[in-house]
């Protein structure tokens, strides 16, 4: 079995690879290009007419096993969000589908509906697209969506943008995003109980950001937004800690892990906190600004918590961002943790 870990190919390239090789070639300098592409930022904003064009790409996965209308809503949320976190609200779709044979017209028309729906009650409108069957393409990757959203410059929130003395809150928990997939598509080879795994595949109803993270731009000020997504909450962390090059202080009781996940986590031994988990995210908001933030959120059925703190740094360059955990310092993982569980059980 290969290890993920020690293979330079897997996931997001690192920081290192994307200032070397991609930051310095980004085709025509152009003056409406506010924001470019950069490293732990999931989207670009243009300035056109003034206004702010916020743009993000992203491949699209369609797991059948999740039921094809369930697999086409989480699809396109994760697309969706990283438009949302800039608090600018997804208006424009694009998609691509380059789809296996064996996906018949039946089962995708079940899939077109449920983005169509979905698009109808965020306000989205698909503007262009692509669809056809390829021999060789294989589930789940199966095409990929540009979105865009459309407001006022002054509104875009940036994940590189917490300042020393904000708070910092957590929606959903860790991990919730991996343990759902991992439950609903391999439960029977996770020595859990019934009751557990049960509650483990419920999470993916948990795993969408975008109406979660529109709540927070609207009711107050939002610093700083990050979907947690590859690498786990710690790679969330840090991104926006070097990003803004700030301190944060991170209470580790305080960070609300789901009885379910932490069980799974345990069963297949595999760190919550390195862990994907798509719906959860990570907000910068001033203190003054916790309890309307959080109760709108709550409001909405979300779960969330206040986990720590931004502080200043030592240095005035901001070389000395990092992200303390009970006074240790937290990595980036690089590997998501649970890469290896995916891939193990792939090969049975």
């Not at 979660?212 to 610093?223: F, G, I, K, Q, S």
């Not at 297949?268 to 990570?282: I, K, Q």
Request: glycine share 10%; proline share 6%.
């Amino acid at each position: 079995m290969t290890d993920p870990s020690r293979d330079p190919a897997l996931g997001k390239i690192d920081r290192t690879v994307f200032e070397r090789q991609i930051a310095p070639r980004l085709g025509a300098d152009r003056n409406d290009v506010v924001l470019g592409p950069t490293h732990g930022v999931d989207f670009g904003v243009l300035d056109v007419g003034g206004r702010a064009v916020v743009v993000a790409t992203d491949p699209v996965s369609i797991l059948p096993d999740l039921g094809l209308e369930r697999a086409a809503r989480f699809a396109l949320d994760v697309v969706l969000t990283d438009v949302a976190v800039s608090g600018i609200s997804p208006s424009h779709l694009s998609i691509s589908f380059t789809l296996p044979p064996e996906m018949t017209d039946e089962q995708f028309a079940i899939v077109w509906e449920a983005i169509h729906e979905e698009c109808v009650d965020l306000g989205i409108a698909i503007a262009a697209g692509h669809t056809a069957r390829y021999a060789g393409i294989s589930y789940s990757w199966v095409g990929g969506a540009t979105v865009l959203g459309v407001g006022n410059r002054e509104a875009v929130v940036r994940p590189d943008g917490a300042r020393p003395g904000d708070a910092l809150l957590l929606t959903t928990g860790p991990a919730v995003e991996a343990v759902a997939l991992l439950s609903s598509l391999f439960g029977d080879q996770i020595d859990v109980s019934d009751a557990v795994l049960e509650d483990a595949r419920a999470c993916l109803d948990d795993s969408f950001a975008v109406r979660d993270a529109l709540t927070a731009a609207a009711t107050a000020p939002v610093h700083a937004m990050h979907d947690v997504t590859e690498g786990g909450l710690a790679g969330a962390l840090v991104e926006m800690s070097e990003g803004s090059g700030t301190r944060f202080e991170i209470d580790r009781s305080a960070v609300p892990v789901r009885p379910a996940v932490q069980a799974v986590c345990e069963a297949l031994e595999m760190d919550p906190w390195r862990a994907t988990s798509c719906g959860s995210l990570v907000i910068a908001v001033d203190p003054g600004d916790v309890s309307p933030v959080v109760e709108a959120l709550e409001a909405r059925g979300t779960t969330v918590a206040e986990i720590g703190r931004v502080e200043a740094v030592d240095g005035p360059s901001g070389t000395d961002s990092e992200v303390r955990v009970g006074g240790a310092v937290l990595e980036h993982p690089g590997v998501d943790s649970s890469w290896a569980a995916f891939e193990r059980f792939a090969e049975y």
